[in-house]
């Protein structure tokens, strides 16, 4: 609908096209006609100049059909490839935990080209054939009224016999695309895992489970293709039957004197002239079937929803944001054995507090940062910032006042400044080098090649990965969330680039409330409280400097050990 004048301007254009083909048959029988009868020679020439004239039109009419078709169809599936995208990204957790990206890029990139195609090529061709049908039978029925009616009745037929082919192939297409995208989520999950796969041998189990996928899609494209055939087939005949039944006609109303041998041309020509509109929507079948199999996947993923109702109205109070947690509870329920992964978790930190979370891997980190940013919602209980439940405040207003830095920073192929704004040309340089400097960061931007103005490769590689994580850390800073929350900022990197992770992770935290996932007990030294989880349950929790003292603690018992050491490895 906000497309109406190109709109209007395209079917102006496919009137003019659709009815161009019925005047060249229809100036020949005219001209037949008059020969026949004998004409004037000025007569036949101004009828044979006109003719010329049609045949020019129509290849001008060809370009505009084809270039106000494919503006139309680009301008309005691309804003359907927008609409799409924003409503996967407000799906919830458990959507993407069951759809792999691969599919994902299959259903809102390749059903939606399925779609554009169709509106830039079947239908421009099905909208003209209507115009060049419809019109030939009222040129016939002017001419000879039981002709036209004779007309009709076969194009009825034909049409109707195409149709019926045609819908018994539109499942068929949707379990192709179907299979496509699971091939596709296949190859995007075995290129992710390459290297592992390499240096562990499953090379060849990766081969096989993409060559049972490839199999599902062969078997699909094999029973698309064999509607595609049978359809083929049946419109021939149905030409090939019309043609005869013309040409038998054509003779038997010759021998009787009912109609002119001009009317006799015109019958026969118009009847070969429905071979072409009708001849281009049986060879844009395959077409067809890819676009309504497009659309069902397409009206599919529109209908799924998210579980996090965007409903609330409420906005956080200004400045750092307190947290609460009263009687959390949380199962992921797609489990094949749902268990609790936080388990009536209550929990209050004041506002402008940071806290360190500890525990061994399952104890419920990864569940709990899921539940403060609204990724999952909790089974029972509330999750409070700054007094206000996170489900009484809008998405927008929750993510604009809330950061996260996880330990996979995901980096783009294109400048140093284009990964610290994510694109955001509102940010000038000079913002970006007065945050880097705040964060003492900008000697190291400054000594890399072309600063920030550095192109990186494909998902940011020429960085490391604790480069990678000063760059997420700026682009936090950048945003100044009022609650920041970092899933182990410095698990992977080299002594050295901590140093740098650290400085700006202090000065990050200064003046926001702060919650620090942490898996190396470096991480937490410096926070004001620790929090121990143990299956889903606070098993300690107070002051950093308190904890450290009490020998019986067991954050004292895991600093005997070795603050480097990694969590998981500390054997009680």
Do not use: C
């Amino acid at each position: 609908s906000p497309h109406r004048r190109r709109l209007s301007a395209m079917i102006g254009v496919l009137a003019v096209a659709g009815a161009l083909p019925l005047l060249g048959p229809l100036l020949i029988a005219s001209f037949i006609d008059e020969a026949e009868s004998g004409g004037a020679r000025g007569q036949l020439l101004l009828l044979a100049g006109i003719y010329i004239g049609v045949g020019v039109t129509r290849q001008i009419m060809s370009i505009a059909v084809a270039w106000t078709a494919t503006d139309l169809a680009w301008r309005v599936t691309n804003e359907l490839r927008s609409t799409l995208a924003r409503h996967v990204l407000k799906l919830d957790l458990a959507f993407h935990r069951a759809t792999s990206p691969g599919e994902l890029v299959s259903r809102v990139d390749g059903d939606v080209t399925a779609l554009s195609d169709f509106v830039a090529s079947f239908a421009v061709k099905a909208a003209a054939a209507l115009v060049t049908l419809v019109g030939l039978v009222i040129v016939l029925l002017i001419r000879d009224w039981q002709v036209g009616l004779g007309l009709g009745a076969y194009l009825a037929l034909a049409i109707s016999t195409m149709f019926l082919v045609r819908n018994r192939a539109v499942d068929e297409a949707a379990s192709e695309q179907a299979a496509t995208g699971r091939m596709l989520g296949e190859v995007e999950e075995r290129l992710t895992g390459a290297d592992d796969l390499r240096s562990n041998g499953g090379g060849s189990h990766a081969v096989a489970t993409f060559q049972v996928a490839s199999a599902a899609v062969l078997k699909s494209s094999l029973g698309r293709e064999k509607q595609g055939v049978t359809l083929w087939v049946i419109s021939n005949a149905v030409f090939v039957l019309g043609g005869l039944i013309a040409l038998a006609v054509d003779v038997a109303l010759l021998r009787r004197g009912s109609i002119s041998l001009g009317t006799a041309y015109l019958l026969f020509q118009y009847t070969q002239i429905l071979r072409k509109p009708l001849g281009d929507l049986a060879d844009e079948t395959e077409r067809v079937q890819r676009a309504a199999g497009g659309m069902a996947r397409t009206l599919q993923l529109l209908d799924e929803s998210s579980t996090i109702a965007d409903d609330g109205a409420e906005r956080f109070p200004a400045g750092p944001l307190s947290l609460e947690l009263d009687g959390v509870t949380f199962t992921y329920a797609d489990e094949d054995v749902p268990i609790a992964v936080i388990d009536d978790l209550t929990l209050k930190l004041g506002a402008g507090r940071s806290i360190g979370v500890l525990g061994r891997t399952g104890s419920g980190k990864t569940t709990l940062a899921r539940l403060l940013l609204r990724l999952v919602e909790p089974t029972n209980g509330t999750v409070r910032l700054g007094g206000v439940g996170l489900e009484e405040v809008p998405l927008e207003e929750l993510r604009a006042r809330t950061g996260v830095v996880s330990q996979d920073v995901h980096l783009f192929g294109s400048t140093i400044r284009d990964n610290l704004t994510l694109f955001d040309d509102s940010i000038g340089d000079a913002e970006l080098r007065a945050a880097l400097a705040e964060l003492e960061l900008l000697d190291w931007v400054d000594s890399m090649r072309d600063g920030l103005d550095t192109k990186l490769g494909p998902a940011g590689s020429g960085l490391s990965a604790g480069e990678g994580q000063l760059i997420a850390l700026t682009r936090l800073f950048l945003r100044s969330p009022d609650f920041v929350l970092l899933d182990e900022a410095s698990s992977r990197i080299d002594p050295t680039t901590e140093e740098r992770v650290t400085r700006a992770i202090d000065r990050l935290l200064r003046g926001r409330t702060a919650l620090v996932i942490a898996h190396r007990l470096s991480t937490v030294e410096r926070l004001d409280e620790i929090l121990v989880l143990d299956a889903g349950k606070i098993a300690e929790r107070g002051a950093t400097a308190d904890l450290r003292n009490d020998p019986n603690s067991r954050y004292a018992q895991l600093l005997a050990v070795g603050s480097d050491v990694p969590i998981d490895e500390v054997v009680s």
